[in-house]
């Protein structure tokens, strides 16, 4: 079935240390890439995405992407976490065909708890 | 910055009634609201693409007659759970975006809501 994988549901780190979240997807044609934030009690918010051009995408946060497109992969990184960085975080998708219109496609998310 | 609202927040109702939960745009127009549904440690399911006039597109395996979604104005989509039952407790999230369909412009999330079905 096509899908959005993330490789780790749980990650625990201290802070300074880096960062990295896997995410693959299965679909065969042109996608759209995005990764959400959700800290603890509030709603998602985008922290970056990719339509084209540049695969090394920069958002908020001092976090980056980057979208291989031979892996099918959008891996997201920060070089050094902060506590504050503690969140679930989700990669999604949107497939770029007409029956998958601006649907998002979520993966199952990765927990982050960053210590101090 | 876009804000989408949700009310309730919470609700907890008795198996066979039904739910409305509200979604709002505070400040843009929403061409496209978004209905997901969230289990406990499981990521978002996509159930149905609201535009604003128009039927709501289901997803497969979304019981349309069960989730009745209407979109009514560009600032506010409900979501009914009819004769709900305690499978349906769950914790359902909208999102809306301006433009077509969401594919170029960021959905921005409201907080959801938290339905339990006793």
């Known amino acids: 079935a096509q899908s959005v994988s993330q490789h780790n549901h749980h990650v625990i780190l201290s802070e300074a240390a880096s960062l990295e979240l896997g995410c693959n997807y299965s679909?065969?044609?042109?996608?759209?890439l995005f990764w959400y934030v959700q800290y603890p009690g509030q709603h998602l918010q985008l922290l970056l995405k990719y339509f084209s051009g540049d695969p090394l995408v920069k958002g908020i946060k001092g976090f980056e992407a980057e979208f291989i497109k031979s892996k099918f992969s959008f891996n997201l990184r920060k070089p050094s976490v902060q506590w504050s960085d503690t969140a679930e975080y989700f990669c999604?998708?949107?497939?770029?065909?007409?029956?998958?219109?601006?649907?998002?496609?979520f993966g199952a998310g990765t927990q982050v708890v960053v210590t101090p | 910055g876009a804000v989408v609202s949700q009310h309730p927040s919470w609700v907890i109702c008795k198996s066979g009634t039904s739910v409305k939960i509200e979604c709002r745009s505070l400040?843009?127009?929403?061409?496209?609201m978004f209905w997901y549904r969230q289990f406990p440690k499981q990521s978002l399911m996509l159930m149905a693409t609201s535009n604003e006039g128009s039927k709501a597109t289901y997803e497969q395996g979304v019981e349309k007659d069960k989730f009745l979604i209407n979109h009514a104005s560009l600032t506010l989509s409900t979501l009914t759970v009819t004769s709900a039952h305690p499978e349906d407790s769950s914790f359902y999230i909208c999102?809306?975006?301006?433009?077509?369909?969401?594919?170029?412009?960021?959905?921005?999330f409201g907080p959801g809501t938290r339905l339990t079905v006793l």
């Open positions: 999102s809306a975006t301006f433009g077509a369909s969401g594919i170029y412009n960021e959905q921005f």
């Open positions: 400040d843009f127009q929403a061409t496209t």
């Open positions: 679909y065969g044609g042109t996608v759209n």
């Open positions: 999604a998708v949107i497939r770029m065909t007409t029956d998958s219109w601006g649907k998002l496609q």
